[in-house]
């Protein structure tokens, strides 16, 4: 737990080191120099850290003994399995095909932090203390399709429809659950306001009631998860984690509210304050709108998601660009003493659930202790 806690405390570290420098660093080897330590720990890291990592080491050891165009045993989907041949075609082993994943999905993350975060030290201290960073070494899979998503935001914005597709169905080939992602496209043309949030946020809390009704749907139409119905992720089992995201989600979406931000028109005078051009604002697309839009996804997921854990795996597509959101939601505060006191709280916050999941709840990622491969290696 240690090595976390250090982790945790180096990126506060560089949050300030950005602050007092802000102006003077190379931005693209600053992002090099903070993400690091994390792609060594993720890259080299044992199949015994994290929930599912082994199950990873099992089918890969698996597919990469089949022929390359031969039907598999296994029950992942095609895209996934295809990439695991790709990558054992060329004779890497589990540790290579490892090394290969932990450094795309933390090039994805970074360059996504580089282009679209005004603080990425937040951004990266964001990752970790809110478990991205565990998720990523623990359901690798889901994790390979957000990587890829976070590319298709491009073509949100430029409002290339194709190229967007492209990228879901990509990330759909890996983890069939990518599908949801669809449903931002159309909801990115929508200038969000008091009036349309609450209609969302009533739509999210008829379908948590009516969530028995729906879930079943869903199955009976993709013919996918029933197995799930009969495990616990479709039922509410009092699990902590549930409260904990939904309070977190909770309090993002209220510090958005209050600084207006999916107003474009607001917005854009604020930046003429900042001193900052934002080219799409005046194009009438907005960043901001598509980060509250994902603030809103979240929140919604987590209210309906007081009827299934299951549904924190689909919150992720969303919630992950808190790593943009939050940084850039805090710059909004017209106040600077209050500001500081959001952020202040958001750095405590997010501190103190990380420390009391690493210690009261460390099974849920698996994460802690960490192991090193080739330790474990030595030893089996």
Same mark, same amino acid.
């Given at each position: 737990?240690?090595?976390? @806690? ?13 602050? *007092? ?9 600053? +992002?090099? @120099? ?8 993720? /890259?080299?890291? /044992? ?12 089918? =890969? ?29 060329? &004779?890497? #082993? =589990? ?13 994805? +993350? ?12 937040? #951004? ?22 957000? /990587? *890829?998503?976070?590319? #298709? ?25 990518? @599908? ?17 949030? @609450?209609?969302?946020?009533?739509? &999210?809390?008829?379908? /948590? ?21 009969? &495990? ?60 509250? *839009? ?5 929140? %919604? ?8 854990? %299951?549904?924190?795996? %689909? ?52 994460? =802690?202790?960490?192991?090193? =491969? ?7």
């Amino acid at each position: 737990m240690k090595l976390y @806690i250090c982790i945790v405390l180096y990126y506060v570290l560089s949050m300030v080191i950005e602050k *007092i420098l802000h102006n003077r660093l190379n931005r693209k080897i600053w +992002v090099l @120099i903070i993400v690091l330590p994390l792609l060594i720990l993720s /890259a080299f890291r /044992a199949p015994t850290v994290g929930n599912d990592t082994f199950n990873y080491y099992r089918s =890969y050891m698996m597919v990469s003994q089949e022929a390359f165009f031969s039907p598999s045993q296994s029950r992942l989907e095609l895209g996934y399995i295809f990439y695991m041949r790709l990558i054992a075609l060329f &004779g890497f #082993s =589990y540790l290579g095909f490892q090394i290969i994943t932990s450094t795309f999905i933390m090039f994805s +993350v970074s360059r996504f932090i580089y282009k679209y975060s005004s603080n990425m030290a937040f #951004s990266f201290f964001i990752f970790i203390t809110a478990r991205m960073f565990f998720n990523s070494m623990n359901i690798s899979r889901q994790f390979l399709s957000i /990587a *890829i998503l976070l590319f #298709s935001i491009d073509f949100i914005k430029e409002r290339k429809f194709i190229k967007f597709t492209i990228f879901v169905l990509l990330a759909t080939s890996i983890h069939f659950t990518s @599908i949801v992602f669809f449903v931002v496209y159309p909801l990115s043309y929508i200038k969000f306001n008091a009036k349309k949030t @609450i209609l969302l946020l009533s739509l &999210g809390v008829i379908s /948590a009631i009516s969530f028995d009704k729906l879930i079943q749907i869903f199955v009976s139409v993709t013919g996918r998860y029933a197995g799930y119905l009969e &495990g616990g992720y479709f039922n509410f089992e009092g699990n902590i984690a549930i409260y904990i995201n939904l309070i977190i989600n909770l309090l993002f979406f209220l510090v958005a509210v209050f600084t207006k931000y999916w107003r474009c028109d607001e917005l854009e005078k604020l930046d003429e304050k900042l001193g900052l051009n934002n080219q799409f604002i005046k194009q009438g697309f907005s960043n901001e709108n598509l980060w509250y *839009i994902f603030c809103l996804l979240t929140l %919604i997921l987590s209210i309906i998601g007081l009827n299934a854990t %299951i549904l924190s795996r %689909i919150e992720s597509y969303y919630s992950i660009f808190f790593l943009a959101f939050i940084p850039n939601v805090v710059k909004y505060i017209r106040s600077k003493e209050l500001r500081a006191i959001v952020t202040l709280g958001i750095i405590v916050g997010l501190f103190a659930s990380f420390i009391v999941v690493m210690v009261f709840r460390p099974y849920w990622t698996t994460v =802690y202790p960490y192991v090193w =491969y080739w330790d474990w290696r030595l030893s089996n």
